[in-house]
Every structure is written in structure tokens, then in C-alpha cells.
């Protein structure tokens, strides 16, 4: 099995309209970010996201969050 590594920034951004920032710290990360986004956030978001990284080559991953089945109570 191949060692994987997971590379992070070390800022943590948070504030009003800070999305809108995202572009200018994605430049910092290198020539291509990906974003993993949940795709009800996107749906809300998207339009401000897209903006945001209007001039830098940024790709969104859409993800499904889906919740694992219930299991029955076998309590008495």
C-alpha cells in the first residue's frame, strides 16, 4: 500500500463575506486548488464560490452526503 499524504495551509480564514477571499489564498496554494464541497452547500453557494475564484484555475469536487441506514434497536 503507498504512503498518502494530505498537505494543508496553515491559515484558518473566517468572517464576514471571507468566501469572497478565497481566490487571493488559492493562489497561495499553487497554480490548480480543488475544493471538496458538499453539494447542498454548493447549491447555496455556488454562485459566490464561482466568483470568488473568478481568475484562478479552481476546481469544486461535489459531494453527497449520504447517512448510513439505521440499525434496529434488539432492546427488550
Do not use: C, H, W
Not at 469544486?60 to 441506514?69: E, G, M, Q, R
Request: proline share 4%; glycine share 4%.
Amino acid at each position: 500500500m503507498a504512503v498518502k499524504v494530505v498537505e494543508s495551509p496553515s491559515k484558518y480564514v473566517q468572517g464576514p463575506n471571507a468566501v469572497m477571499e478565497l481566490g487571493k489564498y488559492a493562489k497561495i496554494l499553487g497554480e490548480k486548488t480543488m475544493a471538496v464541497v458538499d453539494v447542498r452547500v454548493m447549491s447555496l453557494m455556488e454562485q459566490r464560490l464561482r466568483e470568488a475564484v473568478d481568475d484562478t484555475e479552481f476546481f469544486f469536487l461535489k459531494y453527497l452526503t449520504v447517512s448510513a441506514p439505521k440499525k434496529k434497536s434488539t432492546a427488550l
